[in-house]
């Protein structure tokens, strides 16, 4: 069965250095997410993405964040200068066709900042 | 403010009994109605999507409802198993496009044997 994939699955960095995060989303879908969660809090929605452009964007998404989709299977996310804050799971979905079909979520990068 | 409760924050029940598990929303507009389930460690799995016409939603042991008239969805697990312990989320669109998406805190299910 087609999955979306993550990597890596664990992350550590440095206050202030950038990280990226990468996501394969499933082959024929065409939207695309980013969440994060931090430990034992709920899951939050940063940004959709179809089109090759972002179609809604939450208010934590700000400009520390980007997303880009550089190939014809990579989906990443990148922030610039991370904060110590910014130290959650970072979910990528993917759904086939329209945002209100199911969408299927990878396992997950763990990020960590020190 | 666009806001998801749920209830009970956790549930402990027996191996073969149902249960029931509540949320509550305070989103407009209202797009869909999603419930999920999540493993510890894990990405969430989606279970059910309920558009505002819709007020039942069954896959497998698992039933959810929603009453768009007082903004509530439940989500109604049957013969529970050891394989259903894991956090249950509601999450619901917060535009028109669905594509806003606000989610509940989860109730943490337990289930033993």
């Known amino acids: 069965e087609p999955e979306v994939t993550q990597t890596p699955s664990h992350q550590v960095t440095q206050m202030g250095q950038e990280v990226i995060l990468r996501c394969v989303p499933i082959?024929?879908?065409?939207?695309f997410y980013w969440y994060r969660q931090i430990l034992g809090q709920k899951v939050e929605f940063l940004v959709s993405f179809y089109n090759n452009e972002i179609s809604e964007k939450s208010e934590i998404f700000d400009d520390q964040f980007s997303v880009e989709r550089p190939d014809g299977s990579n989906f990443t996310l990148k922030i610039r200068s991370t904060k110590l804050e910014d130290s959650a799971m970072y979910f990528c979905a993917s759904s086939e066709v329209f945002s209100q079909e199911t969408q299927y979520f990878g396992p997950g990068t763990r990020l960590l900042v020190l | 403010k666009n806001q998801v409760e749920q209830s009970p924050q956790s549930l402990i029940i027996l191996e073969g009994k149902n249960c029931t598990l509540q949320?509550?929303?305070?989103?407009?507009?209202?797009?869909?109605l999603r419930w999920y389930k999540q493993d510890t460690g894990r990405g969430p799995v989606s279970l059910t999507i309920?558009?505002?016409?819709?007020n039942t939603k069954s896959n497998g042991r698992y039933t959810a409802t929603l009453d768009a008239d007082t903004k509530q969805s439940s989500l109604h697990i049957t013969a529970s198993q050891l394989s259903d312990s894991a956090s249950y989320i509601c999450v619901v669109s917060a535009d028109n496009y669905g594509q806003n998406f606000v989610f509940g805190p989860g109730t943490r299910l337990s289930v033993l044997p």
């Open positions: 082959s024929n879908h065409l939207y």
């Open positions: 309920m558009t505002f016409s819709e």
């Open positions: 949320c509550n929303y305070t989103v407009s507009p209202f797009s869909n």
